[in-house]
């Protein structure tokens, strides 16, 4: 069975863009979530989201956001980026039990 | 979630079997012992996770002592691409699903 894969790997941008990145969990898997990483603050929680339908959500403002599809894909957008936004974005599935599995995460650098 | 405690760091060599131990002392008896490991830049992949069984799969085998304060994660025949850091977590099974990582354990595998 094929692993979650994350879309682009790697992406630069400038301050002020906005950038969006792509999750497809493992077949069968219901469940998305998201998280920041990076060297100072380690792995942050973004949101979840179950059934099109976010269900829990981390501590970051309003410009990060994100969406589910019927296919229980997921997209995460985050919108005038700042330098701070740099980091590691990884998405992770489960189905029904608590197990999360994660993608590759992409690398996002912001210039 | 409660609290674990790793070492920093542990150096193995090629072949021989890495164990790599975790303090949970606070652990609740709902509360399961989750490893995950996560090579450099690359997405955490889940090992192994238990109750309090000992448990075995394709990629380590966890002992869990009996009073579940402590555990130990063994990677029977480590190899280069072992060479990674590993993270501990406890975590009930409830509908909150954000994981947190702590330091970890850095682990190299020599030749």
């Known amino acids: 069975k094929a692993g979650v894969t994350q879309t682009p790997r790697y992406l630069i941008k400038t301050r002020g863009q906005q950038v969006t990145l792509s999750c497809s969990p493992i077949?069968?898997?219901?469940?998305v979530s998201w998280y920041q990483q990076t060297p100072g603050q380690g792995l942050q929680f973004l949101f979840e989201?179950?059934?099109?339908?976010?269900?829990n959500k981390g501590n970051f403002p309003g410009r990060f956001s994100g969406r589910q599809f019927s296919n229980s894909r997921s997209e995460m957008n985050v919108s005038t980026l700042e330098l701070g936004d740099s980091a590691l974005y990884l998405c992770a599935s489960r189905m029904s039990t608590d197990t999360q599995y994660f993608g590759p995460g992409t690398r996002l650098t912001v210039l | 979630d409660a609290k674990t405690t790793q070492p920093t760091s542990m150096d193995c060599a090629e072949g021989r079997a890495a164990n790599l131990p975790c303090n949970h002392s606070t652990i609740s008896g709902n509360e399961y012992v989750y490893w995950y490991r996560q090579i450099h830049s690359q997405g955490p992949q889940y090992i192994i996770h238990g109750l309090k069984n000992n448990e075995t799969n394709e990629m380590a085998s966890l002992i869990i002592t009996e009073d579940r304060k402590s555990s130990t994660l063994i990677l029977p025949h480590a190899t280069l691409r072992d060479t990674a850091v590993y993270y501990c977590i406890v975590r009930s099974q409830t509908n909150d699903y954000k994981l947190s990582f702590g330091a970890g354990t850095t682990v190299t595998v020599r030749a």
């Open positions: 989201y179950f059934s099109e339908t976010q269900r």
């Open positions: 077949s069968g898997h219901r469940s």
